[in-house]
């Protein structure tokens, strides 16, 4: 970064990002020892479907028992939910076991209850929502996935829905390396950026793979864009 007049902004487990004029910054690319480079896109949130439309409901109830929720719900499994955050809501009372802002725009209070997007409390509602606030006369309307599941919150996207790569990917190997800690064996992806490059350079990819060989399973939001 010296030899080109380049600042190093961050550093990450996979490389670090960079910041210069659009000519110092060209010749660093065309450095023989630098693999790749990629822009820092901004990422935005998408999400899709319910327990009903993928079937997972018909796995609460296990053969022969008579209880709802005595199959297979997740429960023991950590799910990393990487959005906007996860506000308080009564569907997810008792499921949010970590908080943490990889923007490092909130402090305190606002960290464990903050969504201003909104999006990350309604993917986690579809992860592992109780039901609890869409009673009627025949149950709860909307329960999540795995309801049995425990969420961590990892912020990487703002107010307006959108992020950059690089939180992405220090919150995808914060995972990597806290995932015993507390029993994490899903990464849940639900935003995403245009195609800029050839997907083994592609950073976020790169990440991913990292996680899927660390033994976590990655639902990234492939169908949405």
Do not use: C
């Amino acid at each position: 970064a010296a030899s080109y007049r380049v600042r190093v902004i961050k550093r990450l487990p996979s490389g670090a990002v960079f910041s210069g004029s659009s000519y110092d910054i060209s010749a660093l690319a065309m450095d023989q020892h630098v693999g790749a480079l990629s822009q820092d896109d901004r990422v935005i949130g998408m999400t899709a479907v319910t327990s009903q439309s993928t079937g997972s409901s018909q796995l609460w109830k296990a053969a022969g028992n008579s209880g709802n929720f005595s199959g297979i719900i997740g429960k023991g499994i950590g799910v990393a939910v990487i959005d906007s955050g996860i506000a308080r809501h009564e569907d997810l009372t008792n499921r949010l076991v970590l908080s943490l802002d990889f923007r490092g725009e909130l402090t305190g209070d606002e960290v464990t209850s903050s969504d201003e997007y909104g999006h990350g409390t309604h993917v986690a509602s579809i992860i592992a929502g109780s039901g609890k606030g869409s009673q009627t006369a025949e149950g709860s309307a909307y329960v999540g996935m795995a309801p049995g599941a425990h969420l961590l919150s990892l912020r990487v996207l703002g107010a307006d829905g959108s992020g950059y790569v690089s939180d992405v990917l220090e919150a995808i190997h914060w995972t990597i390396a806290n995932r015993e800690k507390y029993k994490i064996r899903v990464i849940n992806l639900s935003l995403g950026h245009p195609a800029s490059g050839a997907p083994i350079d592609d950073p976020m990819a790169k990440a991913v793979e990292q996680a899927v060989e660390a033994g976590l399973v990655v639902v990234a939001s492939a169908g949405n864009l």
